[in-house]
């Protein structure tokens, strides 16, 4: 009798003690997942150099948006692709809610089509193409996409043609917003680090491990390769990276707005899901809608190269590609901050103060351009 007491009160302790054991362990896995990721991406970037300066494979020194004056290879995507994929199949858990076999099909189209990209050019007409077939994979087969517009505009639920145009649209624009941050050391794979570590935090507070998980091990990928792409940068990601970041950034975008939507009469974890979402992902968002309509007023193709991107004219001041990097992901943190603040305003207010911040910031920088270059502090040079 003794013993079957000391044995019961044995297991009460044990259960007692079990959800923090599982806390503990949940946080070593996690970390063992961006470790693990880290140290492949790491690890493949000495022979990709080796490979890149034997075989020429360097930037295109001459481009007038180029930042550096010697050759660096832009081979980098190969890392973080190679560190992402092994330790998803090393790592992540089965789960049929989500078609983990049509991430990777996806991830390996647009890999395939940013590597020939960064070695010998791709026409943009097939960059479209192909990542018109990847987002049509991702959203018709593997059914990633957005279902309601979430009250926003006072629109709800999409019907399925509608949602599936929609989805493919967001997800080709995110794709190409990475490509376009991509001019700066640090830049794209600091956004990308910052994105997704936020994005797997939000997905463990509604315990869907496995959407932390993958966003971990992107987490992971880029932090090791961020270990060569900081100034002075010894290799770029180049399309190969950018696109494959965008890619998981979005994907894990839109599972994140569905997984806390109003449905059925359930009440989401997280309120105003797609704003919060916005502000995760503004660095890139914004860029690219104010560069594409400075573009189009000025009467130019949006898609002609230039050297107006935000983090250009951050530049301008005299910061360095460090200190310029730092700043706008300061910026990304405020807004995320204020997203999560402001949650109960709704999706459409809160959408637009986060715009009228970033546009306060882009007129901020407008000012001390201006100031700098005519050497005066005055209201004038906030219009003209």
């Not at 970037?45 to 075989?55: E, K």
Request: aromatic share 10%; hydrophobic share 55%.
């Amino acid at each position: 009798m003794l013993n079957l007491v000391v044995d019961i009160y044995a297991n009460a302790l044990m259960l007692n003690y079990m959800p923090e054991f599982l806390n503990h362990y949940q946080v070593i896995y996690y970390i063992c997942i961006i470790g693990f990721a880290a140290l492949l991406s790491m690890s493949a970037i000495p022979s990709i150099l080796h490979v890149a300066r034997a075989r020429h494979l360097y930037d295109d020194i001459g481009h007038f948006r180029k930042q550096h004056d010697h050759g660096i290879p832009r081979l980098g995507g190969v890392a973080i692709f190679a560190g992402f994929t092994i330790t998803s199949l090393a790592f992540s858990m089965i789960d049929k809610t989500f078609p983990i076999g049509y991430l990777l099909t996806a991830s390996i189209i647009l890999f395939a089509m940013g590597l020939k990209d960064d070695l010998s050019g791709v026409n943009s007409s097939t960059k479209f193409l192909i990542q018109f077939v990847v987002a049509l994979i991702l959203v018709v087969l593997g059914d990633i996409r957005l279902t309601s517009m979430y009250g926003i505009l006072g629109i709800y639920e999409l019907p399925f043609v509608v949602s599936c145009i929609l989805s493919i649209i967001v997800i080709i624009m995110i794709i190409n917003s990475f490509n376009l941050i991509d001019g700066i050391d640090g830049l794209a794979a600091v956004t990308g680090i910052l994105a997704n570590a936020i994005f797997a935090a939000l997905f463990i507070y509604i315990h869907q491990y496995e959407l932390a998980i993958i966003s971990l091990i992107l987490v992971g990928s880029v932090i090791g390769f961020l270990r060569y792409n900081l100034t002075p940068a010894k290799i770029f990601m180049g399309d190969t990276g950018s696109l494959f970041i965008g890619l998981i950034s979005v994907i894990m975008a839109i599972k994140f707005i569905e997984l806390n939507k109003f449905a059925n009469g359930s009440t989401p974890q997280i309120y105003a899901a797609p704003a919060l979402t916005v502000a995760i992902l503004i660095g890139p968002i914004f860029d690219t809608i104010r560069v594409f309509f400075i573009r189009i007023i000025n009467g130019i193709s949006p898609f002609t190269a230039d050297r107006n991107h935000i983090h250009h004219r951050v530049l301008r001041l005299g910061y360095t590609h460090l200190q310029t990097t730092l700043i706008l992901a300061a910026l990304n943190i405020v807004l995320v901050a204020v997203a999560m603040v402001l949650s109960d305003i709704g999706n459409f207010a809160l959408i637009a103060v986060i715009f009228i911040i970033s546009m306060l910031f882009n007129w901020g920088i407008t000012f001390m351009i201006r100031s700098k270059e005519r050497e005066s502090m005055a209201l004038r040079n906030l219009i003209a």
